[in-house]
């Protein structure tokens, strides 16, 4: 097949949601041979490649044809192309790896291409991806400020993402500053803009968890429950990636408030699944949300190694851990284990469990006062 018709068999594909075949048929071609010296349709099959690669589970493949594209394009001296290839870099391995390093390297490249350049979509989606960087890492003066200029850049140049991105950035922020009823209602719109069709699957599903992060994250476990269901429904068919377990992971954490249990266990278990070939460090959350449900069942075995691998994972298993600890009779081991997550409190960077000021202390409090009385 020629490139011309790969890319249109393979266009076609993706809009089916047939990832792996698209993946297929893209790795299998002869992508370097499009026509580099007038662009060809050479940049298009990367960034095609890079989106069916993330469909069908191949998350390293995925980061590698972004790469690929900002070389072409550097080689190419298109500035603005290039810094938008360096920003999708940066957002993929922040989504999924946590490995912040990286992110801000990928990150600063691309603010340094675009110095001194009049505003495209490419300073829009550079600044929506700085957001959340700073969000994560918990420079909220910064994610403060970044969130505005996002939403400004990406009103003037077009770019949904960002607009939807700094909005549901600016909402949490004003939630960790106190201004629930504000942050709350910003949520609000954002979530009847991603409702409304108006944002990239991608941008939808994590937007989506957004919404439910920040309702959980505040004891809100109705709204948490009504943006699950908008949410549950809108996945099928649409969601790809990592996004589709995600969703999974938030309905069993649903169902393990309001039951019942085992529909619970089964949600979390599929979304181990299907989390594996995409989620790096944040693989330990939907590990200790597993650990819970066993807990609150009575499996105390499965309980533990649910949490123990969480914790492999470099992800904090309290206060799960500490209260199985409890449930085994080992009441100095887990007073002294939340007592040490209350000191200590876990604050990788992640998508699923932002910053959230002092609320995140609340369940290692309460583990704490179980087991003390």
């Not at 594909?13 to 047939?18: K, P, Y």
């Not at 010296?37 to 469909?55: P, V």
């Not at 995600?246 to 393990?256: D, G, K, P, T, W």
């Not at 298993?317 to 085994?328: E, N, S």
Request: one cysteine or more.
């Amino acid at each position: 097949m020629t490139n011309e018709a790969v890319l249109s068999r393979a266009t076609l594909l993706v809009a089916e949601g047939d990832w792996t075949a698209a993946f297929d048929l893209l790795r299998g071609s002869d992508i370097d041979g499009a026509n580099t010296a007038t662009g060809g349709n050479h940049a298009d099959l990367l960034e095609l490649l890079a989106q069916a690669a993330y469909g069908a589970g191949e998350f390293e493949a995925s980061v590698e044809a972004w790469e690929r594209l900002y070389s072409y394009e550097l080689g190419r001296n298109d500035l603005h192309a290039a810094a938008r290839a360096a920003a999708m870099v940066a957002m993929y391995l922040m989504m999924d790896t946590g490995l912040m390093a990286p992110v801000r390297g990928w990150l600063a490249t691309a603010e340094r291409l675009l110095e001194g350049q009049h505003d495209t979509p490419a300073h829009a989606i550079v600044a929506m991806t700085r957001t959340y960087e700073r969000f994560m890492c918990g420079d909220m003066d910064s994610a403060r400020r970044l969130s505005e200029r996002a939403i400004e850049l990406g009103t003037a140049t077009g770019v949904t993402p960002a607009v939807v991105i700094g909005t549901t950035a600016r909402a949490r922020i004003c939630i960790f500053d106190g201004d629930l009823e504000g942050g709350l209602s910003q949520l609000d719109e954002v979530g009847a803009l991603l409702m409304a069709g108006n944002a990239d699957p991608l941008t939808t599903g994590m937007m989506y968890c957004e919404l439910i992060c920040a309702a959980q994250g505040l004891g809100l476990h109705d709204v948490a429950g009504e943006w699950t269901d908008v949410m549950e429904r809108w996945r099928h068919g649409a969601a790809f990636g990592g996004i589709n377990g995600r969703c999974r992971v938030h309905r069993a954490e649903l169902l393990r408030v309001s039951g019942p249990c085992d529909e619970a266990e089964a949600e979390a278990i599929g979304a181990c699944d299907e989390l594996r070939p995409w989620m790096r460090r944040e693989f330990g959350w939907p590990l200790a949300e597993l650990g819970t449900i066993r807990l609150r069942r009575g499996d105390l075995a499965g309980s533990e190694d649910a949490f123990l691998e969480a914790h492999e994972h470099a992800w904090s298993p309290q206060p799960g851990l500490a209260l199985l600890r409890l449930a085994q009779g080992e009441v100095g081991a887990a007073s002294t284990m939340i007592a040490e997550a209350i000191d200590v409190p876990f604050d990788i960077p992640s998508k699923e469990r932002p910053p959230n000021g002092e609320l995140r202390l609340a369940p290692l409090l309460d583990a704490q006062a179980e087991i003390a009385f």
